[in-house]
């Protein structure tokens, strides 16, 4: 272990933190003269004040004791860099290989409810199907905006009979307690919403796939539930 190298780091630390050895000494309980000698190469703390040390300057102790973070070299650096990029490569070629293999097709998902905007699609082809959903964007004008504390989203199917739940993002019922302080747009809860359901079974028989919606329950600042149904689109034909 290298005393100089360990006083040297503890030095530039110290200037980093913008402490003088006087400020450094209190904070520790030790002596003005302990941190010089130090700093010096001339001794090392114990244990109980390298962790103290750590601490203080937020590092590990081995860094403290190695006189500093050890840094990688340029060849392992290059070598890192390389094969990161290589598997990269890889998983590109991978992805579409099974892409094409596959033969998935894609449908865009919509709405044409005048309150909201939903993004999405389709994939799918014979031996599976997907959703993704990512944008669910409440276009009210901000000055009609009402104030929330806590929203949910679940995605439903339903045929003449009944609805199926297929996923759910948020949960109202886990929020007992509001907040006012809390509160925000619909806009902002919604912001972080996505749904991505894998080997989804669509059911619908007719020519266009049109038996999804969305339900969206918001809790406002008055402990009220406002519920809005949202119907989906799935552009061209849902193919079973």
């Known amino acids: 272990m290298d005393q100089n190298k360990v006083g040297k780091y503890i ?4 200037l980093k933190k913008g402490l003088s050895q006087s400020e ?16 010096n190469g001339r001794g090392l703390p114990d244990i109980e004040m390298l ?24 060849t392992k650096r290059n070598f890192i860099i390389t094969l990161v990029i290589i598997i990269l490569i ?8 099974l892409i094409g293999h596959n033969n ?12 909201f905007s939903i993004k999405g699609v389709m994939a799918y082809n014979n031996e599976k199907k997907s959703i993704y ?3 669910i964007i409440y276009s009210a004008s ?48 919604l912001k972080d919403i996505e749904f991505n359901i894998d080997n989804y079974s669509c059911s619908c028989n007719r020519k266009n796939c049109n ?22 689109q799935v552009n061209n034909n849902c193919k079973n």
Request: proline residues 1%.
């Open 11 to 14: 030095k530039k630390l110290r």
């Open 24 to 39: 450094l000494a209190k904070k520790l309980s030790v002596t003005n003269q302990a941190i010089s000698k130090w700093e």
């Open 51 to 74: 962790k103290q040390l750590s601490n203080v300057f937020e590092v590990n102790v081995d860094d403290l004791l190695n006189g500093g973070a050890k840094e990688i070299s340029k």
């Open 90 to 97: 890889i998983s590109v070629i991978l992805f579409f290989r």
């Open 104 to 115: 998935f097709e894609f449908n865009s998902i919509a709405s044409d409810n005048d309150s």
């Open 133 to 135: 959903i990512s944008d």
């Open 142 to 189: 901000d000055s009609m905006e009402e104030e929330y504390v806590v929203a949910e989203c679940i995605l439903y199917e339903k045929d003449e009979n009944s609805e199926k739940k297929l996923s759910q993002c948020g949960d109202i019922n886990n929020h007992k307690e509001f907040n006012d302080e809390d509160a925000d747009t619909l806009s902002n809860l």
């Open 211 to 232: 038996n999804l919606y969305l339900r969206i329950n918001a809790v406002n600042i008055d402990n009220k539930i406002v519920t809005y149904n949202i119907p989906i």
